[in-house]
């Protein structure tokens, strides 16, 4: 198995989406999926569809931060070297994951690597490219709902990344720990990328790289900034 990156799809009522997320990824990266205490007719459709990849049963929904982590833990124990987290309602192609994971190991400070998101109903908007954390501690995502016209081309450090799609250098994770899960849902990546920040690593923005999430409907009014 290449121990380089695993993906950890987070799993929770949406098998279908899931299996898809899967099949997108493809063959070629070790997948892991995380069960995150799914009703449990939901949880057998997902577990007699999986042949060959491994899959954490939680017995009860531990948000995004604790179902992560319980994927995080195995990734580490099993040695690999980057960890790409994956809502089960995002797509990512391999070859677009490669290219992420080629990117970010050009600088051995990058700790996070994000691609652009654009929405799956509204595959010409963006959703997010990089997040932005305002002076007044107000986050965002960048360019959102936008039509995606090349205006984000350059990759570059932002103040943090979506977690519909993070990549994250092993070592670094255990430099500044796993998510807080406290947080349960929401602004758990954004703490992350800050407590990162703060340890000396880069969250980078790959507009190379490019995937699709369901999340967030494209007519939501976004903060005027």
């Known amino acids: 198995m290449n121990q380089k990156v695993l993906a950890i799809v987070l799993n929770w009522n949406k098998p279908e989406d899931t299996l898809r997320c899967l099949e997108t990824l493809g063959d070629s990266i070790p997948r892991l999926v995380v069960d995150n205490g799914s009703a449990p007719e939901s949880r057998a459709i997902l577990l007699k569809s999986i042949q060959g990849i491994p899959?954490?049963?939680?017995?009860?929904?531990?948000?995004y931060a604790g179902g992560n982590n319980a994927g995080i833990r195995?990734?580490?124990?099993?040695?690999f070297e980057w960890i790409l987290l994956i809502n089960d309602d995002a797509l990512l192609k391999s070859s677009e994951l490669f290219r992420l994971l080629q990117?970010?190991?050009t600088d051995p400070l990058v700790g996070f690597a994000g691609p652009l998101v654009l929405h799956a109903e509204r595959e010409d908007l963006i959703q997010s490219a990089g997040g932005v954390?305002?002076?007044?501690?107000?986050?965002?995502h960048r360019g959102q709902n936008q039509v995606n016209q090349g205006q984000y081309s350059q990759h570059e450090p932002v103040d943090w990344v979506s977690g519909c799609v993070l990549l994250a250098r092993s070592e670094m994770i255990k430099e500044?720990?796993?998510l807080d899960e406290s947080f349960f849902?929401?602004?758990?990546?954004?703490?992350?990328c800050i407590r990162a920040r703060r340890a000396g690593w880069k969250c980078l923005f790959v507009p190379e790289v490019q995937a699709r999430h369901a999340?967030?409907?494209?007519?939501?009014?976004?903060?005027?900034?």
């Open 55 to 63: 899959v954490i049963e939680l017995p009860e929904n531990r948000g």
């Open 74 to 79: 195995w990734a580490l124990e099993h040695g």
């Open 103 to 105: 990117i970010a190991e």
């Open 133 to 140: 954390l305002s002076p007044l501690w107000e986050a965002f």
């Open 176 to 178: 500044i720990g796993l």
């Open 185 to 192: 849902l929401y602004e758990e990546e954004l703490e992350w």
């Open 215 to 225: 999340g967030v409907r494209p007519d939501y009014e976004p903060p005027p900034y």
